[in-house]
């Protein structure tokens, strides 16, 4: 039984990157796994995620590029404020300007550097790097 789909997708992704696969294979699915791919994407942790519809409700496809030397959730999902991101980059992030923060805010799940350029705060997800 699956209690976090968001922790089982980055370890399937983070371990199909170690194992230098091309793809990686993402199911269940959630809009939550959806956003949280669209930052890696975005930030060239993984070239391409598509959607495909199978009988257990669907997957993702994940192109890998390689870049991913760790990633995971952040639990418990702590609620944190903008001007205190700092704190949480030197816990969870290897050097400073170095990987990203995921956080879910009321404007949508963004990384660190969009949360302290728009000044709003959220619950952390998961960090890559």
Do not use: W
């Amino acid at each position: 039984m699956q209690q976090d789909l968001l922790n089982d997708a980055l370890v399937t992704i983070r371990h199909a990157d170690r194992e230098g696969h091309p793809t990686a294979a993402v199911h269940p699915t959630s809009r939550l796994i959806a956003e949280v791919l669209r930052l890696f994407r975005e930030h060239d942790y993984i070239q391409e995620f598509t959607f495909v519809p199978d009988g257990r409700g669907g997957r993702y496809e994940v192109v890998l590029s390689r870049r991913i030397n760790s990633c995971g959730v952040i639990k418990p999902r702590v609620a944190v404020a903008h001007d205190r991101l700092e704190r949480y980059e030197s816990r969870f992030l290897p050097a400073q300007d170095f990987g990203l923060l995921v956080l879910s805010t009321n404007q949508g799940v963004l990384s660190h550097l969009e949360a302290r350029e728009k000044k709003i705060g959220g619950r952390l997800l998961a960090y890559v790097y």
